[in-house]
């Protein structure tokens, strides 16, 4: 079996190419081979293969979805912006949707026409929420997760399309040691999460038969809002 994995060579993406690189042949597509935290790269793994493509460049990455007959999609690929709201131009709009939700689209669009299989989109829980520090983040993040009950309803019949929307993950996207104590507080768990949980739970996902157009938050209870008299 092949699974295909955008955007997998850091972060969440290497995390979920080297568990699922446990039963599949994993394709990872990738910008770049190296990893932002540094470290082995991912296609040391004899099961994980790296092909260098730009998820912006839709009609590369097409061509990439189109050359394996993969059983597997995971939309992975993700970036924040490095400035606030205010100071970001059409540029960067169009650089964090088309990274973040364009190319998911039709990455699926091209997994849909092999007629089976199971996608499954990494959104954020930024797109079941508001997020003020970084409004268009989290508009492609909501995106994503529209679009997953969209397929999911559409093309259920060939298909599982389901969504996972981490919280604090413990990414170079998200410096977790430096993240002031009074946000870790605020999730239930106490504490941030790991690329390895979102793995797990993708894992699990692809042994489903029935779950189809689901939204999973994995972020320690972060979405329940924890208060406390006082604060």
């Not at 650089?95 to 996608?119: C, D, E, P, W, Y």
């Not at 993708?202 to 972060?222: P, R």
Request: with cysteine; glycine share 10%; aromatic share 6%.
């Amino acid at each position: 079996m092949i699974a295909i994995v955008t955007g997998g060579s850091s972060g969440i993406g290497k995390a979920i190419c080297k568990k699922l690189a446990e039963e599949y042949q994993v394709i990872n597509v990738s910008r770049r081979r190296e990893s932002k935290e540094g470290g082995v790269l991912v296609d040391t793994h004899p099961n994980i293969v790296t092909e260098i493509c730009d998820v912006r460049d839709i009609k590369a990455l097409q061509r990439v979805i189109e050359k394996y007959d993969a059983d597997v999609l995971i939309n992975n690929v993700g970036i924040m912006p490095l400035k606030g709201f205010l100071e970001q131009s059409s540029d960067d709009y169009n650089n964090i949707m088309n990274t973040n939700f364009v190319s998911a689209v039709f990455a699926t669009q091209s997994m849909l026409k092999k007629g089976r299989g199971h996608i499954i989109n990494i959104a954020s829980n930024s797109g079941l929420k508001a997020n003020p520090d970084s409004p268009i983040y989290g508009a492609s993040k909501a995106a994503l997760v529209s679009f997953t009950k969209s397929i999911a309803a559409e093309y259920g019949n060939i298909i599982q399309c389901n969504c996972i929307c981490p919280g604090i993950i413990d990414t170079r996207l998200v410096e977790g040691p430096s993240l002031p104590q009074k946000e870790i507080d605020k999730i239930p768990m106490g504490r941030i999460g790991q690329p390895e949980e979102i793995a797990e739970v993708v894992f699990g996902l692809l042994k489903s038969t029935y779950i189809n157009g689901a939204v999973i938050t994995v972020d320690g209870g972060q979405l329940q809002g924890v208060w406390r008299w006082g604060q």
